[in-house]
């Protein structure tokens, strides 16, 4: 049986203050110089691949208990066409020319699109952020010794602006764990792994999510990729 858990709305938006890239989701033109700590971390998931998809499909699922919420996507990001199916709702969409419920759903699409394909946000959104590089951190869940890039997004725009992430990886620059840190405050207000990852078309994409206390579980079903 399924259920619609109100009470996890927050945990499950906490991506949706992303703006809109401004930058082509489709193609990000670089220069010869020295690459950047987020574009070395989102090559390493796939990015140089993108350009080529025409579709992907995937299911973002939260189960807490005996409670389970789900939603499906199938984005066209060439065309930016979206369909989202949610229960027995059905709902397509133009992500450019978008009514006010196509603007609500599609909160919902920035939101789980970002848990799965955050490392490429980082060249979506690179106009969007400032960023640091620590060599050495802690790693939140772990405890173990890795890298670290802390983005913080701009204060203007967006759902929730001034919102800050901290991805820690090692040196093949795979996303092992992250925090999100509302408005930029020292505390995380939310830290999970990146782990189960598959190599979908060339995309590096982590399947699940894990919480360190337990007791809740987010991961990604259904995952499929057209391309050219």
């Known amino acids: 049986k399924t259920y619609y858990i109100v009470g996890l709305l927050t945990f499950?938006?906490?991506?949706?203050?992303?703006?809109?890239?401004?930058?082509?989701?489709d193609t990000v033109e670089t220069t010869e110089t020295e690459k950047t700590i987020p574009e070395l971390i989102a090559e390493a998931h796939g990015f140089n691949n993108w350009k080529d998809v025409e579709e992907i499909t995937f299911t973002f699922n939260v189960d807490r208990d005996s409670m389970h919420f789900e939603r499906k996507w199938d984005w066209k990001p060439k065309t930016n066409m979206v369909t989202a199916i949610s229960g027995a709702d059905t709902l397509t969409y133009d992500?450019?020319?978008?009514?006010?419920?196509?603007?609500?759903?599609?909160?919902?699409?920035?939101?789980?699109?970002y848990w799965?394909?955050?490392?490429?946000?980082?060249?979506?959104?690179?106009?969007?952020?400032?960023?640091?590089?620590?060599?050495?951190?802690?790693?939140?869940?772990?405890?173990?010794?890795?890298?670290k890039l802390t983005i913080v997004y701009a204060n203007e725009g967006g759902y929730t602006p001034g919102d800050a992430y901290d991805f820690y990886f090692k040196d093949d620059f795979?996303?092992?764990?992250?925090?999100?840190?509302?408005?930029?405050?020292?505390?995380p207000s939310?830290?999970?792994?990146?782990?189960?990852?598959?190599?979908?078309?060339?995309?590096?994409?982590?399947?699940?999510?894990?919480?360190?206390?337990?007791?809740?579980?987010?991961?990604?079903?259904?995952?499929?990729?057209?391309?050219?």
């Open 12 to 25: 499950l938006m906490i991506s949706a203050c992303k703006t809109e890239p401004k930058k082509s989701e």
């Open 190 to 228: 939310l830290v999970s792994t990146w782990e189960d990852y598959v190599d979908v078309e060339g995309l590096q994409l982590a399947r699940q999510h894990n919480r360190p206390n337990g007791g809740l579980s987010l991961y990604f079903t259904g995952l499929s990729v057209s391309k050219e």
């Open 116 to 147: 799965l394909m955050a490392p490429f946000n980082l060249m979506w959104d690179s106009n969007n952020y400032s960023y640091e590089h620590t060599v050495e951190a802690i790693a939140p869940i772990s405890e173990e010794f890795m890298q």
């Open 174 to 187: 795979i996303v092992r764990e992250w925090a999100y840190r509302k408005s930029n405050q020292e505390e």
């Open 95 to 113: 992500r450019a020319d978008m009514d006010s419920i196509a603007q609500k759903t599609n909160g919902g699409f920035i939101n789980d699109r």
